[in-house]
């Protein structure tokens, strides 16, 4: 097995950077470590976890969709406002997930830096021009690096405690549903470039780990500014597989070994198959609410045997890299 690389791209990072993508880099081929997104204050995904395997994620998924700075509260509709009013204050989760040395990596259903109804994030919500973002001066640019402040700013105290960060902006950036991908591959690799240069030249946050997440190689940004490569994964119900054939695909975007994830999946992964046929994931996402929740996509019963799996790396079998 190739051992991926685990150079961090911004070159002042902090030694919890390192120590997750050498620990990443290690376990590749061998295990996966166990993950659940969430995006409410409760955390029902994790209580469900605890309920039915007795164990806890290693990977905990937060969501930072109601610290969108220009979320239009008077444009709006009520399922809109209920995810956004359930994801406030979730960075709290985020801190105590810190103090039990969990993984944590951070999602933004990012609402338009300028002008939207609803759930702005959708690019049938907003007019927001990517395209005229990418461009100094203009009025789109000066709103998302105003945005991209505000979320540095968030980030900051994680820096000065030095809590490492899996951090996955522009997710699904190959689709057009969302804004940041909506004007195409050459616009997204500019959005990654402007918040990358602005997050460590400018902010100096030395503790994130770039996940770019994505199913098309023309949307890949360059290895200078990517730690991990990632993709989404929605197999058919109850079809627990290594995904072997999407990793293959993956890994093929770039020459550099880069460690690999799933960045959010519907369906719980085979951790025995990934083991037989040294698939590379390192981590998986189950998505939040039903696919953890309910048993449409997996059994319970399922669950347990993935968290028993000893390929499957649980919280307490996390060794402490921060």
């Known amino acids: 097995m190739t051992r991926r690389s685990t150079e961090p791209v911004f070159k002042n990072s902090q030694k919890c950077v390192g120590n997750v993508l050498n620990y990443l880099s290690d376990i590749s081929g061998v295990k ?13 995904e994790i209580e469900t976890i605890k309920r039915v395997t007795g164990k806890e994620p290693a990977l905990l998924g937060i969501e930072l969709l109601s610290y969108s700075p220009n979320i239009n509260y008077t444009d709006t509709d009520d399922e809109c ?10 960075l709290k ?10 993984l944590i990596t951070m999602t933004i259903h990012w609402f338009s830096p300028l002008g939207g109804r609803s759930k702005a994030f959708y690019t049938e919500n907003t007019e927001f021009d990517a395209s005229l973002a990418v461009q100094s001066g203009t009025k789109e640019n000066k709103a998302l690096l105003q945005d991209i ?6 980030l900051r105290p994680f820096k000065e405690k030095g809590v490492p960060i ?7 950036c190959d689709g057009e549903w969302f804004w940041w ?3 195409g591959a050459d616009v997204l690799k500019m959005l990654w470039r402007i918040m990358f240069e602005r997050f460590t030249a400018t902010h100096g946050l030395d503790n994130l780990i770039w996940v770019w997440n994505a199913a098309k190689a023309e949307f890949y940004p360059g290895d200078d500014c990517v730690d991990i490569i990632s993709r989404d994964l929605y197999p058919a119900k109850h079809h627990h597989t290594a995904n072997d054939k999407e990793y293959r695909e993956l890994i093929s975007f770039t020459d550099a070994p880069k460690i690999a994830l799933m960045g ?8 025995d198959e990934i083991h037989d046929l040294h698939t590379g994931w390192t981590t998986y996402m189950t998505w939040s609410k039903d696919f953890c929740l309910t048993e449409e996509f997996n059994t319970f019963e ?13 919280l307490d079998e996390l060794p402490e890299l921060y």
């Open 181 to 183: 991908g909506a004007k």
């Open 166 to 172: 899996l951090w996955r902006p522009f997710h699904e």
């Open 81 to 90: 406002m209920k995810e956004v009013l359930e994801n406030n204050g979730t």
């Open 264 to 271: 959010e999946t519907g369906i719980l992964p085979d951790a």
């Open 93 to 102: 989760n985020a801190w105590l997930w810190a103090e039990k040395k969990g």
């Open 149 to 154: 402040d505000h979320f540095a700013a968030l």
């Open 302 to 314: 399922y669950m347990k045997k993935l968290y028993d799996n000893p390929y499957a790396v649980t």
């Open 32 to 44: 996966i470590v166990t993950g659940q997104h969430t995006q409410t204050m409760a955390m029902e």
